[in-house]
């Protein structure tokens, strides 16, 4: 039998508003669909006011990057829950969503998938977490928690974790997971932080990870997006 590989990318995308202050949801496609990934996790993806409408037109998505939101949102205008969004090709099979509302100070959640890819299972996490650590601790507690509840299953975990440092503060998640930070991906114009991380059980191995650092991603948000490639055995 042999290994399934899969593309994952993180991008908190900040509504599609560059360092220029400008919104061009346009040139955040433009990244997406640089990344050439199976399933990107977005943060940010929704405005923050009122109804929470998507930041980027979801009928240009397809035709721009290839790729397709999966059914987090909880209403007709936005992309994500809580701003987190996935958007996977269109030969993933979607079986599932779970929507988290994640404790803590701020309004923060998680969306979960579980999907169909090359004839496997897996479930996709999709976070952003809080900006303080006890929060960030409660937040993955919580977390691990639902995801002990679920089936067992080949799991990635992805999103803006707001962790500055390289290897702490992620106890909370317990054993099960391996959280790899790509790179620097923050802030864009002068990368200092691995904030945006992709984790996975152990089923998957790391075979390549990296931060894209296009010209166009420079300017399209404040982070960087993030990938990994990922092999499931």
């Not at 090359?118 to 952003?128: E, K, M």
């Not at 691995?194 to 996975?200: E, F, N, V």
Request: aromatic letters at 6%.
């Amino acid at each position: 039998m042999g290994y399934m590989k899969l593309r994952v990318a993180s991008y908190n995308i900040r509504k599609c508003v560059g360092l220029d202050l400008r919104r061009k949801p346009d040139r955040t496609l433009n990244v997406i669909a640089g990344l050439q990934s199976d399933i990107v996790v977005l943060q940010e993806a929704d405005k923050r006011l009122g109804p929470r409408p998507s930041s980027i037109p979801v009928q240009h998505i397809e035709d721009r990057t290839g790729l397709r939101p999966l059914p987090l949102a909880a209403n007709d205008v936005s992309v994500g829950w809580h701003g987190n969004a996935v958007l996977a090709s269109p030969d993933v099979v979607v079986k599932k969503v779970d929507r988290l509302h994640l404790p803590g100070f701020e309004p923060r959640g998680a969306g979960i998938a579980e999907v169909e890819i090359g004839g496997q299972t897996i479930r996709i996490v999709a976070t952003h977490l809080g900006l303080m650590r006890k929060h960030r601790a409660q937040q993955l507690h919580y977390l691990r928690q639902e995801l002990e509840a679920l089936p067992d299953l080949p799991t990635v975990i992805a999103g803006d974790m707001n962790e500055w440092s390289p290897n702490a503060g992620f106890e909370a998640l317990g054993t099960g997971f391996t959280l790899h930070s790509p790179g620097r991906s923050f802030h864009a114009s002068r990368p200092i932080a691995g904030l945006d991380r992709i984790g996975h059980c152990g089923s998957f191995s790391l075979y390549d990870a990296g931060v894209s650092e296009t010209p166009e991603a420079r300017r399209a948000s404040d982070h960087l997006p993030v990938w990994a490639d990922l092999t499931l055995n």
